[in-house]
């Protein structure tokens, strides 16, 4: 599995860690920016990494800013991203079960590194159920846009 990479300032900390987890568990990634925690614009991080997932350069993405809720709605604007604030393991769990979310946003400011590792553990491992329901629901949220 790729994963896409992005924080803002806020999210930089976090992202360090992040790194080494993928590390660790032997993933690859690219890290989209930013490469300090000197203030700039989440968005200028973010898109590109939610476009690379869309074009299928990577199969999931990560997005790291303060609350999680800025990088969220800019994923969420590219055709093709399914982005998910996920706070606690519960949600990642089914925003992949149900929702085939193919990028993860999570509060750099709010989120301890062992709470986030368990995060993204757990959405990088759980599959999309490919239930009827959950296509059906799928289908209808990406012909709106």
Known sequence: MKVALASDHAGFPLKQEIKKYLK????????????SEESCDYPDFAKPAARAVAQGKFDRGILICGSGVGVTIVANKVKGIRAVNAYDIYTAKQSREHGDCNVLC??????????????IAVWLATPFSNDERHLRRIRKIESRR
């Open 24 to 35: 660790k568990k032997k993933m690859a990634f690219k890290d989209f920016g930013t490469d």
């Open 106 to 119: 999570l509060a750099g400011r709010k989120l301890k590194k062992d709470q986030a590792l368990k995060i």
